[in-house]
């Protein structure tokens, strides 16, 4: 039981060291500030967004970036008929 206590000690100061590194990249980073100014989006998730994302002048507009992010939805039009697909 103090084993597993001493642990769990160990790993939470680790954690705060680690918050404390991502906190730190978040505010070196312009592209991470502008990411938290929207709203629910903290310091782990602007990094997680920009290391998926990477270059975003590799999309040529926001539509092929909303596309990128399957924010799109397919929608096949044909005479009166209209079907939207996923997402």
Not at 6 to 15: A, D, H, Q, S
Not at 27 to 41: D, H, N, R, V, Y
């Amino acid at each position: 039981m103090t084993d597993s206590l001493e642990l769990l000690e160990f790993l939470n100061g680790k954690e705060k060291e680690q918050n404390k590194v991502i906190e730190k990249l978040c505010k070196e980073s312009e592209e991470a500030a502008l990411l938290m100014t929207i709203p629910g989006i903290a310091y782990h998730n602007a990094l997680l967004i920009m290391s998926e994302i990477g270059d975003m002048k590799r999309f040529a507009t926001g539509t092929k970036f909303c596309g990128y992010c399957g924010l799109v939805p397919t929608v096949h039009i044909s005479d009166k008929t209209v079907r939207y697909g996923q997402m």
